[in-house]
């Protein structure tokens, strides 16, 4: 059967609305509700679709229903198909005033302090209107952030793998961290302090930073000093400069975080030098997905930004992969 006969002239974005709200919700009745109609004409809507297709699409159970190997392939391209309509709709709305626009981001909390604020800073000096929805998140689920639409592009440290190739990734530099202390700390406005003299030392940690490869596993590696005991682990930035300014603790903060964000002269860093991140700060998106001009900007401003940090010499020896990703 034709595709005009068989797909074209029957399926339509509505059928595919009401899938999307029955797998999200896993319930025929909660979907139902969701969308303001009764439930028989969800489960009449579900069974046109899979008569059509061909293809049991959701499992039932008492429980509820969950898509099949078939249901999800359709939930990726149904989420890729609205996705794309809403690009337009913004895309439209951008070119009829190029004053208003949005733009979904996602980052860690520290790179949101640093650099992502100085490109945000940037445009919205030139454009007011334009409003950001910020989603800080772990690097564990950025690539969910992109794959489920929720973010149109992340700011992180990817750990390439095949798992990506889906995603295009920019690479713009090598992070360093900086061993930063408070005003409490019997180490503040040291001259001369070694990495050995900080081993029993109450330190806040990021549990990334002291993992196999991870910046502080690979200095105390090096010096061969066992891995201090952290007494906090935390990724919040704000948690360990509150504690920072309150106790004797010390810390790690990234380069581009600590030149970039606002400048905390009670805090010191200690003259140690640590290795650089072994993964490269990056800008992903995701493959053959349309970027809004407010998307494009925005990546641009990142790039802008981040020569603040490679042009003072923080980059790594190896010059990072700035090609530009496939259109």
Same mark, same amino acid.
């Given at each position: 059967m034709q595709w005009e006969d068989r797909i074209g002239r029957r399926l339509k974005p509505r059928d595919l609305h009401v899938f999307l709200a029955v797998v999200e919700t896993g319930n025929m009745?909660?979907?139902?509700?969701?969308?303001?109609?009764?439930?028989?004409?969800?489960?009449?809507?579900?069974?046109?679709?899979?008569h059509v297709l061909g293809v049991r699409l959701l499992d039932r159970s008492a429980k509820g229903v969950e898509p099949t190997l078939y249901?999800?392939?359709?939930?990726?391209?149904?989420?890729?198909? +609205?996705?794309?309509?809403?690009?337009?709709v913004?895309?439209?709305?951008?070119l009829s005033n190029p004053s208003a626009g949005e733009i979904r981001i996602g980052c860690t909390e520290t790179i949101s302090a640093?650099?992502?604020?100085?490109?945000?800073?940037?445009?919205?000096?030139? %454009?007011?209107?334009?409003? +950001?929805?910020?989603?800080?998140?772990?690097?564990?689920? %950025?690539?969910?952030?992109?794959?489920?639409r929720t973010c149109e592009v992340v700011v992180g440290r990817p750990e390439l793998s095949d798992q990506m190739q889906d995603v295009d990734t920019e690479r713009l530099f090598y992070e360093k961290l900086l061993l930063v202390v408070g005003p409490h700390s019997k180490w503040h406005g040291r001259r001369k302090v070694a990495l050995s003299d900080l081993v029993d030392e109450p330190w806040i940690q990021a549990r990334l930073e002291a993992e196999p490869g991870g910046p502080a596993f690979e200095a105390f590696r090096a010096a061969r000093l066992r891995l201090p005991?952290?007494?906090?682990?935390?990724?919040?930035?704000?948690?360990?400069?509150?504690?920072?300014?309150?106790?004797? +603790?010390?810390?790690?903060?990234?380069?581009?975080t600590w030149r970039?964000?606002?400048?905390?002269?009670?805090?010191?860093?200690?003259?140690?030098?640590?290795?650089?991140?072994?993964?490269t700060t990056s800008i992903s998106?995701?493959?053959?997905?349309?970027?809004?001009?407010?998307?494009?900007? +925005?990546?641009?401003?990142?790039?802008?930004?981040?020569?603040?940090?490679?042009?003072?010499?923080?980059? %790594?020896?190896?010059?990072?992969?700035?090609?530009?990703?496939?259109?």
């Open positions: 009745a909660k979907a139902a509700d969701r969308l303001a109609i009764s439930r028989p004409v969800v489960s009449k809507t579900i069974a046109d679709l899979e249901g999800r392939a359709l939930l990726r391209r149904s989420l890729s198909v +609205f996705d794309e309509l809403k690009q337009s913004r895309e439209i709305e951008h640093g650099l992502v604020a100085v490109a945000v800073d940037q445009l919205v000096r030139r %454009h007011p209107r334009w409003v +950001f929805h910020m989603q800080l998140a772990n690097a564990a689920v %950025h690539l969910e952030l992109l794959r489920s005991r952290a007494t906090i682990f935390s990724d919040s930035l704000n948690l360990r400069y509150n504690l920072l300014e309150t106790g004797p +603790f010390i810390t790690m903060i990234p380069e581009s970039l964000g606002p400048k905390r002269t009670s805090l010191k860093v200690l003259p140690i030098d640590m290795p650089r991140w072994n993964q998106v995701l493959k053959g997905r349309t970027l809004s001009p407010m998307t494009e900007a +925005f990546i641009g401003a990142v790039r802008d930004a981040s020569r603040a940090i490679t042009d003072s010499g923080a980059k %790594h020896r190896d010059e990072p992969d700035r090609t530009r990703r496939a259109s």
